[in-house]
């Protein structure tokens, strides 16, 4: 039964390759929210330009993701959508925390609690029951798109107060689960996402093989971005550890 439902997720129906171009999303109060977040988002950081510039590129990403034609695509391949999630809360997270700056309280519960938090909802949503609800319903999608922004936001938010050490562990934390999720969707022997059953047959890919591809963008280059990321807050450690007045 699945396998002959038409799908119609928020982003629209699969298109074709022809059509992409023109798929736009002029959804009025998606726009309408994002012009207002940004207008008033811009006003409140003009004292801190780093901050602002950050928030700025955050808004300009997610215009990307949620108007542009790449929301689409999205609707056809599922390894768009894997994409999509990446730069979801690994790129426009990131510099929503960087907008938040480092002088507001902390969050409650610590960077554990909100790895945790983040890895949870991140295997939720690509569950296949869970995603096929999120590809049904509006309500739904935005739910799935809120909470995982809101989980990686908050986990790149408690990085930026936590010691080094401990950004470190949960960067790495992060990168193993979701290499993993996206090792056993590589690995699987059956198409998963009934979704994707038949859209990526436009692309010239199979369910099975837009799937394994979707494994693979999760598995390597997403995973590899928290890896980079823990990279350089150990390089820094290390520099302010070699820096530090030695006792004696």
């Not at 999630?85 to 426009?92: F, M, N, P, Q, S």
């Not at 519960?109 to 790895?115: F, I, K, N, R, V």
Request: with cysteine; proline share 7%; charged share 10%.
């Amino acid at each position: 039964m699945d396998a002959v439902k038409v799908w119609t997720p928020y982003c629209g129906a699969a298109p074709a390759p022809a059509e992409l171009l023109a798929r736009w999303n002029l959804d009025p109060v998606l726009l309408a929210a994002l012009v207002a977040a940004t207008l008033a988002g811009g006003f409140a950081l003009r004292p801190y330009p780093a901050r602002r510039r950050a928030f700025l590129a955050a808004m300009a990403l997610l215009a990307v993701l949620f108007i542009s034609p790449f929301c689409a695509l999205t609707s056809a391949l599922f390894s768009a959508r894997v994409v999509h999630h990446v730069l979801l809360t690994a790129c426009a997270a990131p510099l929503l925390a960087a907008a938040i700056g480092t002088d507001r309280h902390r969050l409650p519960g610590g960077l554990a609690a909100w790895t945790a938090l983040h890895g949870l909802i991140f295997w939720l949503w690509h569950a296949p029951p869970a995603y096929a609800w999120a590809l049904s319903s509006d309500a739904a999608y935005w739910l799935m798109q809120a909470s995982l922004l809101a989980s990686a936001a908050g986990l790149w938010t408690a990085l930026r107060t936590a010691p080094a050490l401990a950004g470190v562990g949960a960067l790495l934390a992060t990168m193993v689960q979701m290499g993993v999720l996206g090792a056993l969707i590589t690995f699987s022997g059956r198409a998963l996402y009934a979704p994707h059953l038949l859209g990526p047959q436009d692309w010239g890919y199979s369910p099975l093989e837009d799937q394994q591809l979707a494994g693979l963008i999760m598995w390597a280059p997403g995973a590899a971005i928290y890896l980079a990321a823990a990279l350089v807050l150990l390089g820094l450690w290390l520099r302010d550890e070699s820096a530090r007045p030695q006792p004696g």
